[in-house]
């Protein structure tokens, strides 16, 4: 069951347009969402988040929209720079019994120059 | 660099066996999370710690088991091993308890199981 997902598992971009990820979820007990970028062979690093109170958070070139409605969340990358490359988590917090992450399986970021 | 030490990066084992991941969180944080990676999936929430205490409980086998010390690095073991528990297995840590928190990770342990 998977409550996080990203349907796209990869994307490609040209190096200075506009990447964009999407992630839905299925249940509406989150209520914190958290992006994650990992590059081969380290561990997931923090990149951005929002509370599911706001709409947009925006962090220099990173930008998260959420449209709770809809169950859906994207990040925005502007421009999209070939240090992009990557794979890109999304995460909800779950507040139902104890507090848990819960990790979609990720969209892989190519950036193409 | 996170900050957070595991160890070893690779261990590969028989089925059937039983292995024990090590990890060292951040300076500080008092909080322990173990994620599984298998292949094409995300991140699977096992379990977390804090402070010593079991904080929370994700889908973590009953063939694993996992502990946090006073000096608040976590082992997880696993026992029983079977060819499916081949993963990455991913430590994070975060000074609080909350899941709202970033959480660091460190570069994880690869599993195989022949």
């Known amino acids: 069951d998977q409550q996080v997902k990203q349907n796209s598992p990869s994307l490609s971009v040209q190096e200075g347009r506009i990447s964009i990820l999407n992630c839905d979820y299925t249940?509406?007990?989150?209520?914190?969402f958290l992006w994650y970028k990992k590059y081969p062979a380290e561990g997931p690093t923090f990149l951005i988040s929002i509370s599911s109170i706001k709409d947009k958070n925006e962090d220099g070139r990173f930008t998260v929209f959420l449209n709770k409605s809809a169950k859906h969340l994207s990040l925005h990358i502007v421009p999209s720079q070939p240090g992009d490359s990557a794979v890109y988590f999304c995460?909800?917090?779950?507040?139902?019994?104890?507090?848990?992450?819960?990790f979609g399986q990720g969209t892989r970021l190519t950036i193409n120059p | 660099d996170s900050g957070v030490t595991q160890t070893p990066k690779h261990l590969i084992t028989a089925t059937g066996q039983r292995v024990t991941l090590r990890c060292s969180p951040r300076s500080g944080d008092l909080s322990v999370y173990w994620y599984q990676q298998s292949l094409d999936q995300g991140l699977q929430f096992l379990i977390q710690y804090y402070n010593g205490e079991e904080r929370a409980k994700g889908n973590i086998l009953e063939r694993f088991s996992a502990q946090q010390f006073p000096d608040l690095h976590s082992e997880l073991n696993l026992s029983s091993l079977e060819l499916g528990d081949s993963a990455l297995y991913f430590c994070?840590?975060?000074?609080?308890?909350?899941?709202?928190?970033?959480?660091?990770f460190g570069p994880g342990t690869r599993l195989t199981v022949l």
């Open positions: 249940n509406s007990m989150f209520d914190y």
């Open positions: 995460a909800g917090t779950l507040i139902q019994g104890a507090q848990k992450l819960v």
């Open positions: 994070a840590s975060s000074p609080g308890w909350s899941s709202y928190n970033e959480q660091f």
